[in-house]
């Protein structure tokens, strides 16, 4: 079974639109993680919340965090062509196991 | 270039064969892991280590097999008790110190059951 889950699962936005995805998990974490995933390539790693913190920012990337109520978004601002990617969110827990999400697909139309 | 490598690119495998993934890493990680992903899907754990000599089962763990006997090597098998075994398949690694680390992809094998 997979720990994190992601809505919606498919995003269409305009270029210079803001996007927001959304993930749900079940048991409790250290931190969650969110990567991007361009087609048929490896994943790489977009930012990491810890579990006491609520919100993270790295540049046009915006992170929340609630563990009260086992969920987190992503926003990524003013979105370009080259945000065009799958995005996963991932938890980690004490066991070192690393459990991703289905992932939520993003298609920015210039 | 320190980094994670997976080899090959591209597999192609017959019915009933037994098949070993390759995944190397130079960044001196403890920890790593063996995903698969299927077409539009997410990534579904297979297996992870936290240190050499001894890994995990993930979620997904029937009908591969993987070993971990050097810090920088974890190869995967895919044998043939797993039924459908035509994937995407990713390997990651990460420090096992300090906790809170971001994990680093290899750009994946894809495996084709012929």
């Known amino acids: 079974s997979q720990q994190g889950e992601e809505d919606p699962q498919a995003l269409s936005i305009q270029e210079g639109e803001n996007a927001t995805m959304n993930c749900s998990y079940k048991?409790?974490?250290?931190?969650l993680q969110w990567y991007r995933q361009n087609s048929g390539r490896g994943l790489v790693h977009l930012i990491l919340i810890r579990s006491n913190e609520r919100e993270k920012h790295s540049g046009r990337l915006r992170v929340t965090l609630d563990t009260s109520k086992k969920s987190s978004s992503l926003l990524i601002t003013a979105s370009r062509a080259a945000d065009t990617a799958s995005y996963f969110c991932a938890t980690d827990r004490n066991d070192y196991k690393l459990s991703f999400g289905a992932g939520t697909t993003v298609t920015v139309r210039a | 270039d320190g980094g994670i490598t997976q080899s090959p690119k591209y597999l192609f495998r017959k019915e009933g064969q037994n098949v070993t993934l390759s995944c190397e890493q130079n960044?001196?990680?403890?920890?790593m892991y063996w995903y698969r992903q299927d077409p539009g899907q997410g990534l579904r754990l297979i297996y992870y280590s936290q240190i050499v000599n001894d890994f995990q089962k993930g979620d997904i763990a029937e009908g591969y097999s993987v070993s971990r006997e050097k810090k920088e090597s974890f190869p995967l098998t895919v044998t043939s008790a797993q039924k459908n075994p035509t994937a995407f398949y990713l390997c990651?690694?990460?420090?096992?110190?300090?906790?809170?680390?971001?994990?680093?992809f290899g750009q994946g094998t894809r495996l084709t059951v012929v």
């Open positions: 048991t409790s974490i250290n931190n």
């Open positions: 960044l001196n990680h403890d920890a």
């Open positions: 990651a690694s990460r420090p096992g110190q300090p906790r809170n680390t971001e994990a680093f």
